[in-house]
């Protein structure tokens, strides 16, 4: 995890707002794709629809530019149709980082032990 950051978001959702959900997910896919330090992004969905998770790996100097730039102009309407109840934040944040992610309710995490092939 040197110089890297992994997240999982857990989100709530609506079933009746998946739909719309999935649809406003695919254009927030596609420009992440372009960023050159996010180097996973995945959505995936419980059998019901009633929850989200976002699996999320950057580069650390990665993470600020997707949630400042890449994630700004959806993040209204995202809001909207899911909420954040969990956050779970793994590697190396700075103070910077920190301090945007503290906004959606982050819980850090240490590694202590393991690797990483």
Do not use: C, W
């Amino acid at each position: 995890m040197k110089n890297e950051i992994y997240s999982i978001y857990h989100l709530a959702i609506a079933p009746s707002d998946f739909a719309a959900f999935e649809k406003l997910i695919q254009p927030i896919v596609a420009a992440t794709r372009e960023e050159p330090d996010t180097m996973t992004y995945e959505y995936v969905v419980n059998a019901d629809r009633s929850f989200v998770h976002i699996i999320e790996r950057y580069r650390t100097n990665g993470l600020l530019p997707h949630v400042e730039q890449t994630f700004a102009p959806f993040a209204e309407r995202f809001l909207k149709l899911a909420t954040i109840k969990k956050l779970f934040v793994y590697g190396d944040t700075t103070p910077e980082i920190r301090a945007k992610l503290d906004g959606f309710g982050a819980e850090y995490l240490t590694p202590f032990a393991g690797f990483s092939r």
